[in-house]
């Protein structure tokens, strides 16, 4: 099942070079809550700036859901500096409110009582605000409020030029392009092991299925919290943030043009289940931007993206089109509750050397069906991947293949980067964190989603997430700043509203204008 990488390997071993210089960048989403556990009903605080505009601290769907983002970096553990910071800052800014610490979101008794994110009167803040309004008539808005760790990955060009050694000329964009979607199709292939190590939203309040839990065979507490015995991620399930719909898009990930065509005919595809909401309500409100498939190219909810930065105004795959893939977004993992930040060292280092593996590792053309496939093996691992004696498939196969035997294999060649990326550095970091995740991959019970499902089990899922978000907030409330300044946080803040406001003075379109014009 585990493909073989030790040709590609050996290439990579004589070119230790070419995993200097991997560039990262995370975003972080964390619900503001009051100290009962309950969402804030508050504002997103005005000295953090604007929304709309700041570098590092904006919001996602919600008024109450923050998104700290960081800049590109090629260092580990100054990333994970400046990502602490940004918390550290916004803990000071909160008051008596809390960073709820969990995926799935606190105690929420009225959705109602969750306020779209507000990004003022300028044409694209309304946009934004308008497109949130879509994905509650279209998803609700509990589903919205889940909270995500996106990690964003780059291989240097050196690693490139390796990889396409044996073309006598430099490798152009589209043999990257090339090659970060073998990457993806590998990730769809093998990804589920990322739930299966760093899942951790086993469990939900009650309150989070309002419908009721269908023929789920959840367990509870009687108290409000529910679970799946051996779930890891119910946040990668369908009861979370996916859409089974999007599956009939026919995405791939064979050609660049293929998976830009197939996105751009989705955001032009109506949707007759969304046309019967109508673009407007009854009082001419406009509660979605279109009745498409997708209302614009972000709502594509894919465990894995390939992105290039775009330029203002430009869609995000009018970019690709333009330079090609830049970076690939792993959106799969849960915010990690064993750290203050949602993501720690381990994950980093794992991440590298797993998407290095889906660099090297064959990756064949996959079509439609095969990448629906793939879903099998990940929602096994997201419902029941701790089951002992579970087993994947390999395309489309049987359920043959024990996920332990799977992962033992999979790791032995993550080992063999880790020494190369060993070599590049001091220390054995990514030698340790290999040996210390094998012994998840040995017993189900060392997982993040085992460790927390106790915790969650033995307080409540809000009992947990309150005592963990005051422990937190104790802790980076007292720690000093490391990488970034108060004058640093103070000058973004003010930029940012400045920011705001000219883009509100510089509108000279209508809104419908505005909208008739947008590329995706
Ligand atoms: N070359 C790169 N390599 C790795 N990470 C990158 C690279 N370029 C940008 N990033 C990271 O990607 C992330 C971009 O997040 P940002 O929210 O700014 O854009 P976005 O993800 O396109 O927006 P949205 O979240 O609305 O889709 C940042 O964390 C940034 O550091
Ligand atoms: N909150 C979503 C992501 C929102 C977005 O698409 O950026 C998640 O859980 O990952
Ligand atoms: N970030 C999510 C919710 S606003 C999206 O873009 O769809």
């Not at 929420?108 to 949130?132: C, F």
């Not at 909270?147 to 690693?159: D, I, K, Q, T, V």
């Amino acid at each position: 099942m585990i493909p073989d990488v030790s040709e590609a390997l050996s290439w990579l071993e004589k070119h230790p070079e070419a995993l200097t210089g991997i560039g990262r960048g995370i975003e972080r989403e964390s619900l503001r809550v009051q100290p009962d556990g309950h969402l804030s009903q508050q504002g997103h605080p005005g000295t953090l700036g604007s929304a709309l505009t700041h570098e590092w601290i904006i919001t996602d769907f919600a008024e109450s859901l923050l998104e700290f983002v960081t800049p590109v970096d090629r260092d580990v553990s100054h990333l994970l500096a400046f990502l602490r910071d940004i918390h550290r800052h916004v803990s000071r800014e909160l008051g008596n409110e809390r960073l709820w610490p969990f995926s799935m979101p606190c105690i929420i008794r009225d959705p109602e009582n969750i306020t779209l994110a507000q990004y003022g009167t300028s044409n694209i803040g309304r946009m934004k605000t308008v497109y949130r309004e879509g994905l509650k008539h279209r998803y609700g808005s509990l589903m919205q409020v889940i909270s995500g760790l996106h990690y964003n990955f780059s291989l240097p060009e050196a690693f490139w030029k390796a990889k396409f050694a044996e073309k006598d000329a430099a490798p152009d964009k589209d043999d990257v392009s090339d090659g970060y979607l073998q990457l993806i199709r590998n990730y769809y292939r093998f990804g589920w092991v990322i739930p299966y190590l760093f899942g951790a939203s086993p469990a939900i309040c009650e309150t989070f299925l309002p419908q009721g839990a269908g023929d789920l065979p959840l367990e509870g507490n009687g108290k409000g919290t529910l679970w799946l015995p051996y779930a890891t991620s119910l946040r990668l399930s369908d009861l979370g943030y996916t859409n089974k719909s999007q599956s009939a898009l026919g995405i791939t990930f064979n050609s660049l043009e293929g998976y830009v065509a197939a996105l751009k005919k989705a955001i032009k595809t109506p949707s007759e289940q969304y046309a019967k909401l109508g673009v407007t309500d009854s009082e001419g409100k406009r509660i979605q931007l279109n009745t498409n498939v997708l209302q614009i190219e972000n709502e594509l909810y894919a465990p894995i993206r390939p992105k290039r930065v775009i330029r203002s105004g430009e869609a995000p795959s009018e970019a690709l089109k333009r330079g090609g893939i830049e970076y690939i977004e792993v959106r799969s993992l849960d915010v990690n509750p064993f750290t203050p930040i949602g993501i720690n060292d381990e994950q980093v280092r794992f991440l590298d050397m797993f998407l290095i593996w889906c660099a090297l590792a064959e990756a064949p053309e996959m079509s439609a069906d095969e990448l629906q496939c793939t879903r099998g093996n990940w929602n096994r691992v997201v419902m029941e991947g701790r089951k002992p004696g579970l087993t994947l498939r390999s395309g489309c196969g049987e359920f043959v293949y024990p996920l332990k035997e799977a992962g033992l294999g999979l790791f032995e060649g993550l080992e063999r980067i880790a020494k190369v990326l060993d070599s590049t550095q001091e220390g054995d970091h990514y030698q340790q964190v290999c040996q210390n995740l094998l012994r998840s991959v040995e017993d189900p019970e060392q997982t993040y989603s085992a460790r927390i499902l106790r915790d969650m089990q033995q307080q409540g899922l809000a009992g947990a997430g309150i005592t963990l978000a005051e422990h937190y907030h104790q802790m980076l409330v007292s720690e000093p700043l490391e990488v970034l300044t108060d004058e640093q946080f103070r000058h973004q803040a003010e930029a940012s509203v400045l920011a705001q406001k000219k883009i509100e003075a510089n509108d000279t379109l209508s809104f419908e204008e505005y909208l008739a014009g947008r590329k995706g």
